[in-house]
């Protein structure tokens, strides 16, 4: 007959793996934050921080599995690869005018305003873009989902049939939201993990020229600043999962800024109505987000630290498209297809710590290796309409991104002067 100690134990094992089965699939970081958290409680805090680790058997910070998963801070991940990811917009949209330009510079003769030389000095242009990008949950991050909306003015010079320059304002606005928990025992969490909200802009001056009929060369260099307003939900409940769960509802604010720079270098040929020809891009990205407090009442609002990032992608592509005269202008239908490569691909890391642990005990985040590797492929269009104008159209989706899914959609009309 077994003893009452072997029953004792039999039912404890049985009842940790009906609880676990019930919690989601634990993340890699979460034993490292429950011991953080066994730290902070050693630490002796007091006010709503000691009064949560009082709330633990022995106040020592046990806390349950669902509990682990929703506190550990791994929102925080996601601000500097939103930094990382705009100046690649920014980048983009650089990139989308200088192909606009070459393509209308390639327009049959007597098509809307007659052969390129014949195009004035200067012109103005505005895009507006709207992007929706998903990121998959891993192991070491959560899952989100974000739309963002940006609109840009241009301004450029043509210095002679060959080579031109110009100057790009650029203002957007992106929204995020990250994956909700899911439920457990006793355990109700949020509808979401969290939210977020960036404001930018930035300002880039570019030139372009043709070193021969068919080889061009161009670059960019640009600054920009963001503001950053977001929320981070999380439950804490102590491991028996008898006492009522807290709901933690944490809000910051902060800044950043953006540096970026680019060269390229293609070939072009021209057959008929055909044009384009293959590219390369050398892009490079650096970005500063400041250290930030969160604001809650429930004792577990935390500090992070300065963060920064880096991104150097070099980019092989082909960019082709077809004109067609009608009797009101030139309809050019384009495709493009690139393959990317990231060089600076550094686990990135976060560093954090609870406000008021007096200890000041930190808890470092590590996120999932990035994509060294992607496939962006796009389709477009561009009207050359009497007059100097040209209305532009473009889609790109990525392709062959272990976590992410993007699609960008362009819209821009240009005036020449």
Not at 20 to 29: E, H, I, R, Y
Not at 250 to 275: C, F, H, M, N, R
Not at 351 to 370: C, V
């Amino acid at each position: 007959m077994l003893s009452q100690k072997t029953v004792a134990l039999t039912a404890t094992y049985v009842s940790l793996i009906v609880l676990g089965s019930l919690t989601p699939a634990a993340w890699a970081q979460n034993a490292a934050f429950q011991t953080f958290f066994f730290d902070v409680c050693a630490a002796n805090p007091t006010g709503a921080l000691g009064a949560r680790c009082a709330e633990t058997v022995d106040a020592a910070g046990n806390l349950s599995g669902d509990s682990e998963s929703s506190l550990n801070p791994g929102q925080f991940l996601a601000v500097n690869q939103s930094a990382l990811a705009r100046t690649r917009v920014t980048g983009k949209e650089v990139q989308g005018h200088l192909e606009e330009k070459r393509t209308e510079r390639s327009k049959p003769a007597g098509a809307g305003q007659g052969t390129s030389v014949d195009v004035p000095r200067w012109g103005v242009y505005t895009h507006g873009a709207f992007e929706s990008l998903e990121r998959a949950a891993t192991v070491l991050e959560r899952g989100s989902e974000a739309d963002s909306m940006g609109v840009q003015l241009g301004f450029d010079y043509r210095v002679s049939d060959r080579a031109f320059i110009g100057l790009l304002l650029s203002s957007d606005s992106t929204d995020s939201e990250f994956d909700p928990d899911e439920p457990g025992v006793n355990f109700t969490p949020p509808p979401n993990d969290g939210d977020g909200a960036v404001d930018s802009a930035s300002l880039t001056f570019y030139a372009s020229r043709y070193l021969t009929d068919k080889v061009w060369l161009d670059g960019s260099v640009g600054y920009g600043v963001s503001d950053y307003e977001f929320v981070r939900n999380a439950v804490f409940q102590e491991s028996g999962r008898m006492v009522p769960q807290t709901n933690v509802t944490a809000s910051a604010e902060t800044d950043g800024t953006e540096v970026t720079a680019g060269a390229g270098l293609g070939y072009d040929t021209q057959k008929g109505g055909y044009s384009g020809g293959l590219y390369g891009r050398l892009s490079f990205a650096r970005t500063e987000v400041d250290g930030f407090t969160e604001t809650d009442l429930s004792g577990l609002q935390m500090g992070v630290d300065d963060e920064t990032g880096r991104s150097l992608v070099a980019t092989l592509g082909w960019q082709g498209s077809f004109a067609a005269s009608t009797s009101w202008g030139v309809v050019l239908p384009q495709f493009r297809v690139e393959y990317e490569h990231e060089f600076e691909n550094d686990v990135e890391t976060v560093t954090t710590r609870y406000l008021l642990d007096p200890s000041r005990t930190t808890f470092q985040l590590t996120g999932e290796a990035p994509d060294e590797d992607f496939i962006n492929v796009a389709a477009g269009l561009v009207i050359v309409a009497p007059r100097g104008w040209s209305l532009f159209f473009d889609y790109e989706v990525l392709a062959e991104h272990r976590l992410q899914d993007r699609g960008r959609l362009t819209v821009g009309l240009r005036k020449e002067l």
